[in-house]
């Protein structure tokens, strides 16, 4: 489910812990895999479906429209502001906050640095770079952040792959037959020579 936020996912463990439940045992009786609960009670919202959701909230005594709308108020009284919580040995300290920050999905803006493996070219972005404060466009070139795996809509990781499906999160835009190698060496040189500008 894309919209609960990990402190909705760590209110599902919460409550099932207080039942007494193991993970193995919600899993099962909800029709999945118990890494799957964990991973969701971790706050990774997508790695269960909506109808996967919906029965463990209705085995654990949950009101997740309720659950969703407080959040959603919570969020218009911070501002609108796009907060995540901060998570520190899977839990969730209330007040800890941070800015939420997407990357740019340009491979040519100076966020993402690129870096060969095997041969294949892939960009690392830089999401401080690319989003210092937030915001939904990239500060360097001005393209629009993406917030989510654009190829499975997980939550984002600070590696250059999405960790659930393993697309890359920036495509490169290369002319075939360009060697990669002195490609990504020249283009890590000027982006230096770029920071060191700023």
């Not at 990990?6 to 439940?21: D, S, T, W």
């Not at 099962?28 to 799957?36: E, F, M, N």
């Not at 937030?134 to 997980?154: D, I, N």
Request: proline share 5%; aromatic share 4%; glycine share 10%.
């Amino acid at each position: 489910m894309q919209n609960l936020t990990a402190e909705i996912c760590a209110k599902f463990k919460e409550v099932r812990k207080a039942k007494g439940l193991n993970q193995s045992a919600l899993a099962q009786a909800v029709g999945c895999k118990q890494s799957a609960v964990s991973m969701f009670e971790a706050g990774m919202a997508t790695k269960l479906s909506d109808e996967a959701v919906g029965k463990m909230a209705e085995l654990l005594g949950l009101d997740l429209a309720a659950m969703l709308k407080a959040d959603e108020e919570r969020r218009k009284a911070q501002g609108g502001m796009n907060v995540l919580p901060v998570m520190a040995a899977g839990v969730v300290s209330p007040g800890d906050v941070q800015i939420a920050r997407g990357y740019c999905p340009n491979c040519q803006c100076p966020s993402n640095v690129p870096y060969v493996v095997d041969g294949r070219l892939l960009y690392r972005p830089s999401r401080l770079m690319a989003s210092p404060g937030g915001g939904t466009r990239c500060v360097q070139c001005g393209e629009m952040l993406e917030m989510r795996c654009p190829a499975c809509g997980a939550p984002l990781n600070e590696g250059a792959c999405c960790g659930v499906c393993g697309s890359a999160y920036v495509t490169p835009t290369l002319i075939e037959g360009v060697d990669v190698m002195a490609y990504a060496r020249a283009r890590r040189a000027e982006i230096l020579e770029l920071k060191s500008l700023m």
